[in-house]
Structures are given as C-alpha cells and as structure tokens.
C-alpha cells in the first residue's frame, strides 16, 4: 500500500479543504494518506487580526517526515505568483534530504488557490513542481482526464499542474464541487502511480 502525505499550508481555509479533498482521492485509491500542515510563521496576534483559520486539526509536519512517503502532494495558497513563504521555510530546512537524495524517485505534486481567476495560479504550482523537482520527485498533475476544469460555463479552478480554486479577494468564494472533484482525481493519479512504483 502506498503512503501519501498531504502536506499543505493554508491562511484561510480554501487550501485546507482541497487537501482534505486529495487525501479523499488517494485514499480512495487505496492508499494510506497522512494530511499535515507545514507551521505559521505569522506571529499569533498578526494573524488573529488578520482572520486567519487557526484551529486547523492537521498536526505540524517535521521535514524528517517526507522521507517517510512514497508520494507528496504539496498545496498552498499564491504569493504573488509564488509559493507561501511558510511553505518556502519549511522546504529551505530540507537540505539534507536533498543531500543525501531522500526523495529521489518518490511522487510529486502541487496544488494551490488564489483570489482571482488570473492571480498566478499556474506560476505558483511552478514555483511547487520546481522545489519537487530538485529533490528528485517525479510529477504527476491534473491532466484533462479531469474535464471539468475545461468548463467556460461557470468559474473553475484546475490546471494540467494541479488543482487548484479561486477564494475571491476577500476569500468568500469556496472551492466548488467541480474543484473538488479535480483534486481528488488528483489525489487518485498520485496514489495510483506510487502504487504502481512502489507497490
């Protein structure tokens, strides 16, 4: 059985729930599915003005732990078409296990939500799938299997890099079931292709 972890960072919750979606998928698939959730740097008092989502039940991941996997599926919300900088510090901490090639060969993917329609969506699975990349990880994204994510008859989010959604400026949107659906076919691909890697 293939061990999936689901490691994400979310403000607001929209990337929350799209990771809870993926484990849905991979597990669907059969395979054993951690979600964990990578630690704020935002200073407590910030972020409670801020409104952030603190009571998030995912347990905080140790770098050490993604050797423990056999596939990654990494989501957060965009930063100016890039990468959180939560995320960002969680992945500069892993230099020895690039060093000593931990996550060679293991399964990649990435997943992201951002305000608008055009807000960096397909740059900020990017900035993902490169970190994933130089640890060696092989990627698997959201091809058009997902056909949804081809609708021009309403808003969705999805990309041929990994699901994503679309949270509106003031974060009212919530990802829609189409969203939802992209991830866990995502999720389903990722645990279906560790499986056939590592059994």
């Known amino acids: 059985m293939a061990k999936v972890l689901v490691l994400y960072y979310s403000s607001y919750g929209h ?25 704020e740097t935002v200073p407590e008092e910030i972020a409670r003005k801020a409104h952030f989502k603190l009571d998030q039940p995912a347990p905080i991941a140790a770098v050490a732990d993604l050797a423990d996997y056999d596939a990654i599926v990494v989501g ?7 990468m959180s900088s939560q995320m960002a510090a969680f992945f500069d901490q892993a230099g020895g296990l690039w060093a000593r090639g931990a996550l060679n060969g293991k399964v990649g993917g990435a997943f992201t939500s951002t305000a608008t329609q055009h807000g960096g969506q397909e740059t900020t699975l990017f900035s993902i799938i490169t970190n994933l990349m130089h640890f060696g990880m092989t990627i698997v994204g959201l091809p058009y299997s997902h056909q949804g994510q081809m609708s021009v008859d309403e808003i969705v989010g999805g990309a041929p890099y990994g699901a994503t959604t679309i949270a509106a400026g003031d974060g009212s949107r919530q990802p829609t079931e189409i969203d939802l659906s992209g991830a866990r076919h995502q999720g389903e691909l990722i645990a279906r292709t560790a499986t056939k890697l590592f059994g």
Do not use: L, S
Not at 15 to 39: L, N, Q, S, W, Y
């Open 76 to 82: 957060t919300g965009t930063r100016f078409g890039r």
């Open 15 to 39: 990337i929350e729930t799209i990771a809870h979606a993926i484990a849905e998928g991979a597990r669907a698939a059969g395979a054993m599915v951690d979600v964990k959730r990578v630690p």
